[in-house]
């Protein structure tokens, strides 16, 4: 066995319902975040963390906010935090508002304005695309030290304070393109901090700006995904780090407007989280953010929503690294994000705490207790969860998916995922269970359409899938098999560690590094908690040597975000997200068998996804009204491909 150090997603680590919340906890995190501020303070007034390298512009500021909220909650009003607060602000006013047009901007639609904004990065002309962004943090910051600092900083530093960030305002709106990125979760952060500074200084036009700019800017730019409109994150709606941020500027939106846009728009954003979030939390929907979970910045919106869908949004997996605040150096709040930890520390919301006992089914996925399948817009599974382990699409010459793959006799391969015109779908709950039937038309190489059925049932631990595939129209020399998915990452304590991948390709059992193991033993495969077991043969086959492999043996360090950001279009990751991962050519392939004595002209494959091995002992038959598949923990009638008299799909799920 070769073993390894482990490999750990970056940012994706426990549920972030878990964490302490309640006012001891809090004022405990606060106290220590002041204390340490303040201790690193320097002679010149400086709060800033001096191992960042980048988002400056906001952190100073960030940090006196942070210590308005100690003052406003009356956990700290000693004069040593008075000091602080005051000095910090003046450095802040002195050294990092800059009114100068920084070398390189290309945004900007009135040059030379002197009108102040904040640095992504102080040395001129260095990145200064994140000036916005940046200058949007620092507005943020300021209206909560405008809102709570008062008594706290002197009358000249609120005056003067107000006037800086009615120019970044300006700046915003005026002197740059409006949301440059194309990033909608800053959109929507420039809109909180317009109408919270409109309202503190009474300007009503600032308010109807800050309006005019979320209806136009925003909500005119969303995508539909799976039913849903979702705010555009760098190009793409499927975003992991920025949605749950998204979350918590519609909460403040709406706490500082009243505004029922907001409640509507975040909503939509919540059931989407909610749609796609296995049943632990762990959230896969796009590469480029699949391993940078937010922290602090998404935790108000994620309570605050949890609630209005009923839904327990707080088992997304979140970084522990920046729970309550932001922190590039351990243990020193950075000031970066804090208007966050200032939200989150003066609500009083609380978390949607009610697990389902029922098995909870959308459209796009099935969950009951420890098991779930989330799937794509054209209803193919691109994650299971089950053994405290998240199982993605595998992809087989540039095909995503998890389900029937055809291989002709020329080497051509096809993965009959992708289906040709609308897709049926039945659920079902009962004796325990939870099923869903989704049933598809998919195309062949031939161009001959062939009915595709998919059926998940799960009692809670486990997931069991069934598959039944008229292979009657294919070739006789076409080989059958099912392509399971790809083992990617399982709970380890409080992280989640990548299932590594080390072996020879063509068709060698691939071994995980200790601890995990993934040798194929009969019809089982162990691969981190999981075991994954076929009623029939299972293998595996791991792909050549190359850039453009996922799990080869140069990338067996490689997370898939970071494969994602090698192959794609710019090195820092901008444009479509999606990109790079679409590069990818193949994955391992663990591969199953149909069953022995599926019925004539059928292919019946049956899997099962669980925290331990199991017999699978299954037969098939053909019924009246469809195929009897008959398993040791279920009997399922899945119904002819054309349904029912009215064309609905029938499906009947029972105990054995």
């Keep these: 066995m070769t073993t390894a150090a482990a490999v750990y997603l970056p940012s994706q680590h426990a549920s972030v319902h878990d964490l302490p919340h309640d006012d001891e906890a809090l004022r405990t995190v606060l106290a220590e975040a002041v204390s340490a501020a303040i201790g690193r303070q320097r002679p010149d007034g400086n709060l800033e963390d001096l191992a960042a390298v980048d988002d400056i512009g906001d952190m100073a500021l960030g940090v006196v906010s942070l210590l308005c909220l100690s003052w406003h909650r009356g956990d700290r009003r000693d004069t040593e935090l008075v000091d602080a607060a005051r000095r910090g602000l003046d450095f802040v006013l002195a050294e990092r508002i800059f009114r100068t047009d920084n070398p390189g901007e290309p945004f900007l639609r009135v040059r030379d304005s002197g009108l102040p904004y904040a640095r992504y990065v102080l040395e001129a ?333 799960t009692d809670g631990e486990r997931l069991h899938l069934i598959a039944v595939l008229d292979r009657s129209a294919l070739p006789v020399s076409a080989e059958l098999a099912f392509l399971a998915g790809l083992p990617y990452a399982s709970a380890d304590g409080q992280r989640q560690c990548r299932i590594r ?27 981190g908690g999981l075991a994954l077991s076929a009623a029939a043969g299972l293998r595996v086959e791991n792909p050549p040597q190359g850039p453009a492999y996922f799990n080869s043996a140069r990338t067996a360090e490689m997370t898939l975000e970071q494969l994602s950001f090698w192959l794609g279009d710019d090195p820092r990751g901008y444009g ?30 049956a899997l099962c996804y669980g925290p331990e091995p199991v017999a699978l002992d299954v037969s098939a038959e053909e019924a009246p009204d469809g195929v009897l598949v008959r398993t040791p923990f279920f009997t399922a009638l899945v119904g002819h491909p054309a349904g029912d008299i009215a064309g609905e799909p029938v499906l009947r799920v029972g105990t054995p």
């Design 576 to 605: 479509n997200p999606d990109a790079g991962w679409r590069r990818v050519i193949a994955t391992n392939h663990v591969l199953a068998d149909p069953i022995f004595d599926s019925p004539h002209g059928r292919a019946v494959f």
């Design 125 to 457: 002309g260095d990145h200064p695309f994140g000036d916005w962004p940046s200058t949007v943090w620092a507005l943020l910051h300021a209206v909560n030290v405008l809102e709570f600092g008062r008594g706290l900083i002197t009358e000249a530093q609120w005056t003067a304070l107000a006037d800086v960030a009615t120019g970044f305002w300006r700046w915003l709106t005026e002197a740059s393109m409006f949301n440059p990125q194309q990033t909608a979760n800053q959109a929507i952060g420039a809109v909180v901090a317009g109408l919270t500074l409109g309202r503190l200084l009474s300007e009503k036009s600032i308010v109807d700006d800050a309006m005019f700019l979320y209806h136009s800017e925003v909500r005119a730019a969303r995508v539909v995904d799976r039913g849903l409109r979702l705010p555009v994150e760098h190009g793409a709606g499927h975003d992991q780090n920025y949605l749950p941020i998204s979350l918590t500027f519609l909460a403040r939106a709406y706490q500082v407007s009243g505004e029922q846009c907001f409640l509507e728009d975040g909503d939509e954003i919540a059931r989407h989280l909610e749609m796609r979030l296995s049943a632990r939390g762990f959230d896969y929907g796009g590469p480029r953010y699949s391993e940078q979970h937010s922290g602090c910045e998404g935790m108000l919106g994620l309570r605050f929503f949890s609630g209005r869908v009923e839904a327990e949004l707080g088992r997304y997996l979140g970084d522990r690294r920046v729970a309550y605040y932001n922190a590039s150096t351990p243990g020193l709040p950075s000031g970066h994000f804090a208007f966050a930890t200032v939200w989150f520390f003066l609500d009083e919301h609380r978390w949607y705490r009610a697990p389902a006992e029922a098995p909870v089914h959308t459209r796009y996925s099935l969950r009951h207790g420890r098991a779930s399948v989330s799937l794509t817009g054209d209803l193919t599974p691109y994650l299971i969860d089950a053994g405290a382990t998240a199982v993605i699409e595998s992809i087989v010459d540039h095909q995503h998916g998890i389900g029937p793959l055809v291989r002709y006799a020329d080497g051509r391969r096809t993965l009959l995922t992708r289906p040709l015109g609308p897709s049926r779908v039945r659920d079902v709950t009962g004796d325990g269970l939870g099923a869903k039937l989704v049933t598809k038309a998919v195309v062949s190489w031939d161009q001959v359409m062939l009915p595709v059925q998919q059926l998940y049932v």
């Design 501 to 527: 991948t080390v072996g020879e390709p063509g068709g060698s059992p691939f071994d995980l590094a200790e601890p995990w193991r993934a040798l194929t033993t009969g019809g089982t495969l162990l691969a």
